[in-house]
C-alpha cells in the first residue's frame, strides 16, 4: 500500500518465511517451471522498489526460483550513517558501475571507490553498504545470488 519501503534484505525475509522466491513477491503472473525459461525486461518497466538509501528495478521478475536476481540500482545513499548496521545475509552479490561512483564499505576490507566501468563481487555475509560518491545518484547493476538459506561451509 506504498506507505513503507522494506529493504532487500527484508524482502528475502519474507520470502524465506512465506517459501517462495523474492521474484515472486513482484511477478505480474506466476511463472510455470518450463526448461528453456526466458523473460525480457523493457526499459524502465521492471518492478521498482524504493528502499531510501537504494531505489531498485528488480529486472526479469517473471522467472521465480531463479539462481540470481538482477537489480538497476540507484544508490542514494551518501554516507553510511544512513544506515543501521552494514547488511549481511547469505549470497553472493556482483556489482557493476554503470554510472556515477559508489563507494563500498564492507566488515573486512578498506572502503573501495568504484566509478563507471567498475566492478566488484564480494561474499554477502560481509556486513556491507554503497555510498554514492558522485554529484548524482550512482546508478549500478547489481546481481545477487538468490539464497535464502544459510550457507553451508
Not at 538509501?53 to 551518501?78: Q, S
Not at 547469505?90 to 566488515?107: A, N, R
Not at 573486512?108 to 556491507?128: I, R, V, W
Request: aromatic share 8%; with cysteine; glycine share 6%.
Amino acid at each position: 500500500n506504498a506507505q513503507m519501503s522494506p529493504t532487500y534484505e527484508t524482502l528475502l525475509s519474507l520470502a524465506s518465511g512465506l517459501d517462495v522466491d523474492v521474484t515472486e513477491l513482484f511477478a505480474h503472473k506466476p511463472s510455470a517451471p518450463v526448461s528453456g525459461r526466458r523473460t525480457v525486461t523493457r526499459k524502465g518497466e521492471g518492478a521498482v522498489l524504493k528502499a531510501g538509501t537504494y531505489d531498485y528495478e528488480l529486472l526479469c521478475a517473471d522467472i521465480a526460483r531463479k539462481k540470481f536476481v538482477p537489480l538497476l540500482t540507484r544508490i542514494n545513499a551518501r554516507s553510511t550513517r544512513e544506515f543501521n548496521t552494514l547488511v549481511t545475509h547469505p549470497g553472493e552479490e556482483f556489482i557493476y558501475v554503470l554510472e556515477g561512483s559508489i563507494v563500498l564499505h564492507t566488515d573486512l576490507y578498506a572502503p573501495t571507490e568504484l566509478k563507471a566501468g567498475d566492478s566488484c563481487y564480494f561474499d554477502s555475509l560481509m556486513g556491507h553498504a554503497l555510498i554514492s560518491s558522485s554529484d548524482e545518484p550512482a546508478t549500478i547493476l547489481w546481481v545477487c545470488s538468490n539464497v535464502v538459506e544459510p550457507l553451508i561451509g
